[in-house]
């Protein structure tokens, strides 16, 4: 306790120093508080409050904003390096590089709501398909959930706090929530690297763990998460790719990491930023993507 109290004492003498006018010894002061970590957050946002200079208001919410990315960094390279297993965790890290306050709890009680009406209307004699039919109407004619067509490229699809409240999405978006709650009800759905068009796979059996890999033949049909779940077959994507002039590979039609829907993610709202010109977030998202890349 005595040294909890003395570190925060410590803290908060250096954010009293935040006004120094020497860059050189801000520097030094910037950099102890960063040593502080997210525990640094609380008493900065006090000091925003207290300090009226709009230009001191500007350094602290400078601090706050680095401490908060590299808190997503580090939270990121534990998920990696812990294989990726839960991809719900791995949307949440990222979404929070935008809402820093999203809770985790918060999260899965929405998720839970959508799986438990889903539940309630199963039973042990269901075929796939008929399984999938009850996902699809309550997930897309009782939620609400739809294809955010008019704004597609929008950064707010790739959080996934926005998917849930805003009930719209991309079809990476939409499919990571329909397969994580399918998953969560034991039904073997996962997401397929599709280019240009994140699909979702049901397969005859349930992966052991998030990163091996289903054999393409296990793929009992595909379903279009953008088109309120509608089932289609292989044939379709393969005359898909012909369309894009994409050679055939089995990475187009059987089901992907959770590592490597978390890189799509963020290749999107590298693209998404990019339309914005919104050159510091590209740069943020690039070094996400650093991390998943230098790990996997």
């Given at each position: 306790?005595?040294?909890?109290?003395?570190?925060?004492?410590?803290?908060?003498?250096?954010?009293?120093?935040?006004?120094?006018?020497?860059?050189?010894?801000?520097?030094?002061?910037?950099?102890?508080?960063?040593?502080?970590?997210?525990?640094?957050?609380?008493?900065?946002?006090?000091?925003?409050?207290?300090?009226?200079?709009?230009?001191?208001?500007?350094?602290?919410?400078?601090?706050?904003?680095?401490?908060?990315?590299?808190?997503?960094?580090?939270?990121?390279?534990?998920?990696?390096?812990?294989?990726?297993?839960?991809?719900?965790?791995?949307?949440?890290?990222?979404?929070?590089?935008?809402?820093?306050?999203?809770?985790?709890?918060?999260?899965?009680?929405?998720?839970?709501?959508?799986?438990?009406?889903?539940?309630?209307?199963?039973?042990?004699?269901?075929?796939?398909?008929?399984?999938?039919?009850?996902?699809?109407?309550?997930?897309?004619?009782?939620?609400?959930?739809?294809?955010?067509?008019?704004?597609?490229?929008?950064?707010?699809?790739?959080?996934?706090?926005?998917?849930?409240?805003?009930?719209?999405?991309?079809?990476?978006?939409?499919?990571?929530?329909?397969?994580?709650?399918?998953?969560?009800?034991?039904?073997?759905?996962?997401?397929?690297?599709?280019?240009?068009?994140?699909?979702?796979?049901?397969?005859?059996?349930?992966?052991?763990?998030?990163?091996?890999?289903?054999?393409?033949?296990?793929?009992?049909?595909?379903?279009?998460?953008?088109?309120?779940?509608?089932?289609?077959s292989k044939k379709e994507i393969t005359s898909f790719l012909s369309e894009l002039k994409l050679p055939y590979t089995d990475a187009f039609i059987k089901p992907c990491s959770n590592i490597d829907i978390i890189r799509r993610f963020l290749n999107n709202l590298v693209f998404s930023y990019g339309q914005l010109k919104a050159t510091s977030k590209i740069a943020e998202?690039?070094?996400?993507?650093?991390?998943?890349?230098?790990?996997?």
């Open positions: 306790m005595i040294k909890e109290d003395a570190q925060k004492n410590e803290l908060k003498a250096l954010i009293s120093l935040i006004d120094e006018p020497d860059e050189r010894i801000y520097e030094e002061i910037k950099q102890k508080i960063f040593s502080y970590g997210t525990d640094a957050i609380p008493e900065l946002e006090i000091a925003w409050e207290n300090f009226l200079e709009p230009h001191l208001q500007k350094r602290i919410e400078g601090l706050i904003k680095v401490i908060q990315f590299e808190n997503v960094q580090s939270e990121l390279k534990n998920w990696v390096d812990f294989g990726g297993k839960n991809l719900l965790l791995g949307w949440i890290i990222i979404s929070k590089n935008q809402y820093p306050n999203l809770k985790e709890e918060e999260i899965k009680k929405q998720i839970d709501l959508i799986k438990n009406d889903i539940w309630l209307e199963l039973n042990d004699n269901l075929t796939a398909l008929e399984k999938v039919r009850i996902i699809n109407h309550i997930f897309y004619d009782i939620y609400g959930f739809t294809g955010n067509s008019s704004n597609f490229h929008a950064p707010q699809n790739s959080f996934i706090n926005n998917v849930l409240d805003s009930k719209k999405g991309n079809p990476l978006s939409l499919g990571v929530i329909y397969s994580i709650i399918s998953q969560s009800l034991n039904f073997p759905i996962y997401g397929v690297n599709l280019p240009e068009h994140f699909v979702l796979a049901y397969t005859n059996e349930k992966r052991s763990d998030s990163l091996s890999f289903i054999d393409k033949n296990e793929v009992l049909f595909y379903l279009n998460p953008f088109k309120k779940g509608i089932v289609f998202m690039k070094l996400l993507l650093s991390i998943i890349n230098k790990e996997v």
